[in-house]
């Protein structure tokens, strides 16, 4: 059973911060790794991908891959009260074709 | 409007009664998927679909069915529901490209009471 574990939190951050997701997986040959944003009662919504070790950068958000580690994580600058909400990591494994594994999702508070 | 779309949003039903979910998309997107929701599980698959009259089973496939006779509809049907099958459902589409996979993007959702 391929896995994907995340902390559930929930993570609380002041406004302006930096927030630090993390989620590490169990298939060693993964090759796509994808992070979602869901606010409470709507639909996943994509916020990174990434594929190869290293960061990816996109505006506040920073995508982070280790391989070898077996983790991937989200980092989002200057935190905003509009970003609280779940985010889920998910993972294509490696014979995975497209079958993502979903993380249960780290939910993330951002107070004013 | 293009994008993925679900229908209905909301659906009642009764144990035993056969249920039929709605996906469409307009993207064209090759792949399509069917996952559900349910708090301390997160999202887990039910069937997924490469292309027209492809389809396969995902993690949780018991119970349901599914067919894909054009690439924009991907319906899903619960053939006797039950209970168990309350949940949040959600359609998804994508494309793949050689050995990259692309991001999947998710309708807004169907929520199913079973009573």
């Known amino acids: 059973q391929k896995e994907v574990e995340q902390n559930s939190g929930p993570l609380s951050v002041p406004e302006g911060a930096i927030a630090s997701l993390n989620c590490t997986y169990s298939?060693?040959?993964?090759?796509?790794f994808f992070w979602y944003r869901q606010y409470s009662g709507k639909s996943p919504e994509l916020i990174m991908s990434?594929?190869?070790?290293g960061d990816k950068e996109d505006g506040r958000f920073t995508a982070q891959l280790n391989k070898a580690s077996q983790y991937v994580s989200l980092l989002i600058r200057d935190s905003q009260p509009s970003d609280s909400a779940t985010y889920l990591c998910a993972v294509e494994p490696d014979t995975g074709f497209q079958k993502l594994v979903f993380g249960t999702g780290t939910r993330l508070l951002v107070s004013p | 409007d293009a994008g993925i779309t679900q229908s209905p949003r909301y659906k009642i039903t009764e144990t035993g009664r056969q249920v039929t979910l709605m996906c469409h998309q307009t993207?064209?997107?090759?792949?399509m998927f069917w996952y559900r929701q349910d708090l301390g599980h997160g999202l887990r698959l039910i069937y997924y679909?490469?292309?027209?009259?492809?389809?396969d089973k995902g993690e949780v496939p018991d119970g349901y069915v599914v067919s894909r006779s054009k690439t924009e509809n991907f319906p899903l049907t619960l053939e006797s529901a039950t209970r168990s099958q309350t949940s949040v459902y959600f359609c998804a589409s994508s494309e793949r490209n050689g050995g990259i996979s692309y991001e999947q993007y998710f309708g807004p959702g169907t929520r199913l009471t079973v009573t």
């Open positions: 679909s490469a292309a027209a009259d492809i389809t």
């Open positions: 990434i594929y190869s070790n």
């Open positions: 993207w064209s997107h090759s792949y």
């Open positions: 298939d060693r040959g993964s090759q796509s």
